[in-house]
């Protein structure tokens, strides 16, 4: 019998981080250190206090049911959470949770968009994006992000042919890879050219904690008109260190959270209820350790782009988010090029920005998930090496 699978899979390679993976692998049987700043899992402590309300939820029997739907309570915490951390009123049936922010944008274009329609999607761009327009057969369209422009995208640029059939458009910020953040006035162009071009705005909010130099990290929907437009994604998993957990919520425009509901009654049972608990535990608990989480990455970001400047290399410091984003040395051409070559010498891994994008070529992505000791370390290594002379 000969087995044929949906030509769909053909859209999806692991291309690049395959490779890396592999080249990973191949150095670790040296027995060499590593740095290795190529995955975005936080290696702090998930607060005690959210671990307890979890333990306590699971011996309860009456736990490990199917859930369906999120508990009132959890809908009340995001809300009153919005209210006190953002100062944006949403009412508990513009509130869903999702898998992770990662299922959640991947689901989100089969409840938006059919075949035939156009996705403004970010390029660089996290490649769940894509997915998320391919899942529904749509059309995705790039819209470009250029350092000169601050990775802010220029609105006027797109087509008006593209417009017309575009159904909704993906923002981030701040914005993983490129570590950009964006001024009130963006997100104000932003609602009036969605409201121009009857286009659905969708923002993924999952750094709003880790941003830099007294930034403040909001909400899209905290400026007037955005729950017209669209909704946002809202992560626990950076914040709180809940990765794993998967505990993420879409709020805003109720017919955009109920046609979530809707989907993802279809192919899901709901959260698991202990996680529910834990979600809870984290939404109405101190936030003092999130702020002071914020200033580590911080110092991380000094560590790493300082760093790397001091020794000749001219990284920007990253505004936000758990990462820093670096145009890669002149005499290398080739992002995937020079990450293979880094690892050898150095044994430093990090992420291409072509894994991103046509636009992210000639860039690479540190995650911060090294304490500043060992970053200062890696900087040493890597001056040693000579890779940048």
């Known amino acids: 019998m000969e087995i044929t699978l949906s030509k769909r899979l053909d859209q999806f390679q692991t291309g690049i981080f395959a490779a890396l993976n592999e080249k990973k692998e191949e150095y670790m049987k040296t027995g060499k250190k590593m740095y290795n700043l190529f995955v975005g899992t ?96 749509a059309t995705p369209y790039f819209y470009e992000l250029r350092e000169e422009n ?49 286009i659905i705005v969708i923002h993924d909010n999952a750094y709003s904690d880790i941003i830099y130099d007294d930034v403040y990290g909001g909400s899209f929907l905290s400026y007037p008109g955005a729950k017209e437009v669209g909704a946002e994604f809202f992560s626990l998993s950076k914040s709180f260190n809940l990765t794993g957990a998967r505990v993420s919520f879409i709020v805003g425009n109720k017919k955009i959270v109920d046609a979530m509901k809707l989907l993802r009654s279809q192919y899901d049972f709901g959260m698991f209820i202990p996680v529910q608990h834990a979600a809870i535990a984290a939404l109405t608990g101190p936030l003092d350790g999130v702020k002071e989480q914020c200033k580590k990455y911080e110092a991380r970001r000094t560590a790493l782009c300082g760093g790397l400047r001091s020794i000749g290399w001219n990284v920007s410091d990253s505004k936000g988010t758990m990462f820093a984003w670096a145009k890669i040395p002149e005499k290398f051409t080739s992002s995937k090029d020079f990450c293979m070559e880094l690892l050898e010498k150095t044994g430093v891994l990090c992420t291409p920005g072509s894994a991103f994008g046509t636009m992210g070529e000639g860039y690479v992505r540190f995650a911060l998930v090294l304490p500043v000791e060992e970053i200062n370390e890696m900087v040493q290594v890597i001056d040693n090496s000579g890779i940048l002379k």
């Open 42 to 137: 936080p290696d702090f402590e998930v607060p005690s206090h959210i671990k307890e309300a979890l333990i306590e939820a699971a011996k309860d029997p009456e736990n490990f049911h199917y859930s369906l739907k999120d508990i009132p309570e959890l809908t009340k915490a995001v809300k009153d959470y919005y209210s006190s951390r953002y100062g944006v009123t949403v009412d508990e049936s513009e509130i869903t949770s999702v898998n992770g922010s990662q299922e959640g944008v991947a689901h989100l274009g089969m409840a938006l968009a059919d075949p035939g329609d156009i996705v403004l999607l970010p390029n660089p761009g996290y490649p769940v994006f894509e997915v998320s327009a391919l899942f529904a057969s």
């Open 150 to 198: 601050n990775f802010l995208p220029k609105l006027d640029e797109i087509p008006a042919d593209v417009l017309e059939k575009a159904k909704y458009m993906i923002i981030s910020y701040p914005y993983n890879p490129v570590c950009a953040v964006a001024p009130a006035e963006f997100y104000e162009e932003v609602i009036a050219f969605a409201k121009a071009n009857n």
